[in-house]
């Protein structure tokens, strides 16, 4: 041994046991913050001469065997041990993260509830004092007795080692202590964690490769090691990065994993049964029942170890030892990894949150660095999900869809987002999420329905008229009012050109609408939009810009499933872009707040690994309409809701709310939206792909059209039952008439006359034909709109014209006492009037007087005439008079 200190001085072999160069620190400086027991003042001077002389017996029984072997010269290996790098960092270690919803049900913790575990690794860390003190011992005793006494490095069992690896003439053993194995499997960590599989392949070889390189470097980093962190420190480390196999990693997920306790609550045979596997986690962990026999010799082994270290006593090794490893001892817990294997009720919320990681920015600086945190993990999210609320409407979204319809694609989704905060709070999906391979059959999906293609796999779902209320909106903002009249009628040959988009008049042809209930003629604003008139909708399109509305539409948050932009075909006033419900729901959130647009979060907070709390995701708001406008879209709206086809959703429990429905082309789609001050929330029932007839289906009693209203309605419930609300501010007056014409009086004019006044005020002008009336013929007599009605620029009025065929009906009664029938009959064919005929008048008393008389002169007089005396009549009507009578 002396010939090798000699022959190899120049490595540090000779230096002084208390040198302090190249940071090399004597070994109880090192352990002054441990207090490890039963270690006595001989081994505590072992391990200081030990430390000290290292690096000269390194290279004596590992370099001199290995030149022996391999054939190396002693020129090459010159400086080999000083080169190598001294410090290794513990680190964090990959754990699992965490996702949470709010929750006041069974379960909850202070009001949170996991829904998900989410991870590469099965970890969680744990400190020193959370291990159960059999682990810690049997740690120690089964893997490395001198962990203790020695600097890093076993100096005996690094000589029979060495030795061993010389009679094998390979490199096989490396007397591995309990720092050398924490410094081998942070090497592989470190290679988990790197950005490429062919990165990640090369370095775990590496560090896995039995070479008398790598045991050199893992030797020399085992002992800075121990100079930079306290014995306690390194077994916590060790049993917090160790592989208990089936993906566990670390005392507390293996504990959990196969036993259902924390480490903490450890039993001496299932500390030991735990500790068994690290040497062989594939052949020895619990998961396989074929794995049994293996892990009770070794944790026989361990056990034993552990009493003839004086750590129990015999009666205890005795009883562990007599407690099988089999399926009645152990209380394995399924794995739990993956929105796969969430909460029932938001595995789809789960998938959107983990497809959001790279935009949040409390992981860090950009979405490389985002993504590599949260692989490494140790997070927990405490999201915007409300459990309260969404069960409920995940309740009704499976009741009245179900996942089972196997005649066609029934699909359905609701999202809820809270106005002022972007918070989403329901995020529900008829079919069942499944991301396996192997999949679930017609029951299941990967695709969120909710969200856009980015985030869920969707291709979104037109609106139908639930889209209404961005012209509504960009109506009210151009200074119309609801209650101006505009044209209602269908169009078969509707011209492109009658439209503008981005300033620019369209060209083409035309193109055909229909109304749903085949509604026809004039309409305010406000019934337009209440009956969901489609041609009121057209109409208003034609005064406005068709990039306006759609840019009213994006500021509030409205977006195309496939990151296109929203479309401006006049079509789609009416809903034929693919939109996303949550976005749909945030428009809707975002009116209820006054016009505030807030874009969705759905992590509110965040424990980051180390323990500390940070902000998850803040409120990102800006005004995207002026709050007047939207308080009178949502008077508006709100008499959808008591009048229109949505009624049936408003539950009765005194709770503002407005809404919308839509139903696109043979019902292919159906939607509802509702907006309270506390929730915008928006229901889709509809073919996931196909052209089936919504309105032909029915479940639960249900009718297809009916479908919707019923998941809103539980689902507004609990909304309201937990959020309340208030209402809003009363409409603007302004935008009450807004900047309409009153229809001018042109009675009496000609038609041409009153074209020209109707014209001229920006109206269009459509002759309706002449009607009876005693006007002159030709003149006006009525229009549709009424005189004096406010109607929109570019409506069309109606002007009807006097056929001049009437005259004043005759005065035949006179003071009652003139005429008998006879007399007024003469009087009436003398005027034109050819049929006449008698009705009986009974008379009554004259006032201050007895029964009548026949005396009376009222008597066998005509006492009324219909048409009455005056009235305006065509000559040859019939006409009947009255004669009075004392009784008839």
């Known amino acids: 041994m002396m010939s090798g200190v000699v022959r190899y001085s120049h ?60 054939g190396v010269t002693a020129s090459s290996t010159i400086g080999v041990f000083d080169s190598l790098p001294e410090y290794i960092n513990i680190g964090q270690q990959s754990q699992r993260n965490e996702i ?47 962990f203790f006494e020695h600097g890093g490095v076993d100096v005996s069992s690094v000589v029979r080692a060495a030795l ?18 924490l410094v081998k499997n942070i090497a592989t960590q470190e290679a988990e964690n790197l950005p490429t599989q062919e990165e990640r392949d090369a370095a775990y070889e590496k560090a896995k490769k039995e070479s008398f390189d790598r045991k050199l470097k893992e030797m020399k980093q085992a002992i800075g090691l121990e100079k930079k962190y306290t014995k306690k420190e390194i077994l916590t480390a060790y049993l917090n990065i160790a592989n208990f196999g089936n993906a566990t990693y670390g005392i507390q997920a293996a504990a959990q994993r196969y036993y259902s306790v924390n480490a903490s609550d450890l039993t001496l045979a299932q500390a030991a049964s735990l500790v068994a596997i690290v040497q062989y986690p594939n052949q020895r962990n619990l998961g396989d029942p074929a794995n049994y026999e293996s892990n009770t010799e070794r944790r026989n082994y361990i056990i034993n170890a552990m009493y003839k270290a004086g750590n129990i006593t015999a009666a205890e090794r005795d009883e562990a030892i007599a407690i099988p490893v089999d399926d009645t001892t152990l209380a394995l817990q399924p794995p739990r990894n993956g929105c796969i294997a969430a909460n029932d009720y938001a595995k789809f919320f789960c998938d959107y949150v983990v497809k959001s990681v790279g935009d949040f920015a409390f992981l860090g600086g950009n979405e490389t660095e985002r993504n590599a945190n949260w692989k490494r993990g140790g997070y927990k999210l405490y999201t915007t999900l409300d459990l309260d609320v969404q069960i409920p409407a995940q309740i009704a979204t499976w009741t009245y869809a179900p996942n089972t319809e196997t005649g066609f694609a029934l699909g359905s989704a609701t999202s809820s987002v809270q106005p002022g905060t972007g918070r989403v709070l329901i995020m529900t999906q008829n079919k069942l999420f499944d991301d396996t391979a192997e999949g679930i059959g017609s029951i299941g999906t990967a695709v969120n329905f909710n969200t856009s293609y980015k985030y869920g796999g969707s291709s979104g779902f037109q609106p139908g008229s639930t889209y209404k209320v961005f012209t509504l909106l960009d109506w009210l903002k151009a200074g119309k009012g609801v209650q101006e009249r505009v044209s209602g009628n269908p169009n078969r040959q509707e011209p492109f050109s009658s439209y503008t988009a981005c300033g620019s008049k369209l060209s083409g042809g035309t193109f055909p609408f229909k109304n749903n209930a085949g509604e026809a003629g004039t309409y305010t604003v406000r019934s337009g939009t209440v009956n969901s008139v489609n041609g009121v909708f057209f109409s208003m399109a034609k005064q406005l810009d068709l990039c306006d509305i759609r840019d009213v539409a994006a500021s509030l948050g409205v977006e195309r499933a496939d990151g296109d932009p929203l479309g401006t075909n006049p079509t789609s006033i009416i809903g034929t872009n693919e939109v996303t419900p949550l976005s749909m729901a945030t428009a809707y959130a975002s009116i209820a707040a006054n016009g505030l647009y807030c874009k969705p979060i759905i992590v509110d907070s965040v424990t980051m690994p180390d323990g500390s709390t940070a902000v998850g995701q803040s409120p990102d708001c800006r005004q995207a309409i002026a709050p007047n406008i939207a308080d ?10 008591v009048t229109g086809n949505q009624v049936y959703s408003n539950p009765d429990d005194g709770i503002p709310i407005f809404g919308k429905t839509g139903t696109t082309d043979d019902a292919r789609h159906t939607w509802m939206a509702t907006g309270t001050t506390m929730a915008g929330t928006v229901v889709w029932v509809g073919n996931i792909v196909g052209d089936y007839n919504i309105l032909d289906s029915g479940y639960a009693g249900v009718a297809g059209i009916r479908l919707r209203h019923y998941i809103m309605e539980p689902t507004v ?22 900047g309409g014409q009153s229809v001018p009086d ?34 006006v007599v009525s229009t549709d709109p009424p005189i004096g009605s406010v109607s929109a620029k570019g409506v069309t009025i109606t002007v009807y014209t006097s056929k001049g065929n009437q005259i004043p009906f005759p005065d035949v009664v006179a003071d ?31 006032s201050g007087s007895g029964p009548v008389l026949p005396t009376d002169p009222r008597v066998g007089k005509v006492q009324t005439s219909n048409p009455a005396p005056g009235t305006p009549t065509v000559p040859g009507a019939t006409v009947t008079l009255g004669v009075g009578k004392i009784n008839c």
Not at 754 to 775: C, K, N, P, R
């Open 164 to 181: 061993a690896n010389l009679r094998s003439g390979a490199v096989e053993s490396g007397a591995s202590t309990l720092s050398m194995q």
């Open 632 to 641: 009178t879209a949502i008077d508006v709206l709100k008499g959808v809701m």
């Open 746 to 779: 042109v009675t009496g004019l000609t038609a041409g006359a009153a074209q020209t006044i109707l014209e001229g005020l920006g109206f269009s002008y459509a002759d309706g034909g002449a009607v009876d009336s005693s006007l002159e013929a030709g003149r």
């Open 717 to 738: 419930a609990a909304l309201n039952a937990k959020y309340g609300g208030v209402d809003w501010a009363a409409p603007d007056p302004d935008l009450m008439t807004g």
């Open 816 to 846: 009652g006492k003139s005429n008998d029938f006879n007399q007024a009959k003469t009087l009436v064919q003398a005027a034109g009037y050819r049929t006449v005929v008698q009705a009986c008048v009974v008379l009554a008393p004259s």
């Open 11 to 70: 490595w540090g072999i000779c230096r002084l046991p208390f040198s302090l160069e190249n940071g090399i620190v004597p070994y109880p400086k090192s352990m002054s913050a441990q207090k490890p027991p039963r270690r006595g003042v001989i081994s505590g001077i072992a391990g200081f001469l030990g430390f000290s002389l290292l690096s000269g017996v390194l290279v004596t029984v590992m370099v001199a065997p290995a030149i022996a072997v391999t």
């Open 100 to 146: 949470w919803a709010s929750y006041s049900g069974e379960g909850s913790v202070d009001g949170k509830f996991l829904i998900a575990s989410i991870y590469d690794q099965n970890r969680e860390e744990v400190t020193y004092d959370q291990i159960s003190k059999f682990a810690l011992d049997a740690t120690v005793d089964g893997e490395d007795a001198r």
